[in-house]
Nanobody, 115 residues
Framework: QVHLVESGGGLVQAGGSLRLSCGGA????????MAWYREAPGKQRELVAD???????NYADSVKGRFTISRLNFANTMYLQMNSLKPEDTAVYYC?????????WGQGTQVTVSS
C-alpha cells in the first residue's frame, strides 16, 4: 500500500522561504514520476513542479526561478524548496506519485504567505 506524507508547511512572510518534504512508503520515488501540486481556496488544484525518473524537472511558469523540486533517492524523499514566496503562493500543497496506471496523493500541507 502506497502512503505519502508531506511536511514543512507553515506561515511565512512574503519574501520568505519554506522547504516542503514528501516521504513515502510502498513506492520507490526514483522509479516513478513525482510531483508537487497546490490547491488554493476557490481554485482548481494545479501542478507546481514535477520530476521524472531520470531527474528531468518541470515547473509552472508562476514558480519558475523561485521554487526547486528535488529528490533524495536513498531516503525516498522529495523536496520543494520555495524561495521569494508571495501571498499568491498560499495554498495546500500536495505530493503526488505516478505509477503506470495509478496515481497516489498525500494528505497535503498548508502554506500561508502573509503580505
Amino acid at each position: 500500500q502506497v502512503h505519502l506524507v508531506e511536511s514543512g508547511g507553515g506561515l511565512v512572510q512574503a519574501g520568505g522561504s519554506l522547504r516542503l518534504s514528501c516521504g513515502g512508503a510502498g513506492i520507490i520515488f526514483r522509479m516513478n514520476r513525482m510531483a508537487w501540486y497546490r490547491e488554493a481556496p476557490g481554485k482548481q488544484r494545479e501542478l507546481v513542479a514535477d520530476i521524472s525518473r531520470d531527474g528531468t524537472t518541470n515547473y509552472a511558469d508562476s514558480v519558475k526561478g523561485r521554487f526547486t523540486i528535488s529528490r533524495l533517492n536513498f531516503a525516498n524523499t522529495m523536496y520543494l524548496q520555495m524561495n521569494s514566496l508571495k501571498p499568491e503562493d498560499t495554498a495546500v500543497y500536495y505530493c503526488k506519485a505516478m505509477t503506470p496506471g495509478n496515481a497516489y496523493w498525500g494528505q497535503g500541507t498548508q502554506v500561508t504567505v502573509s503580505s
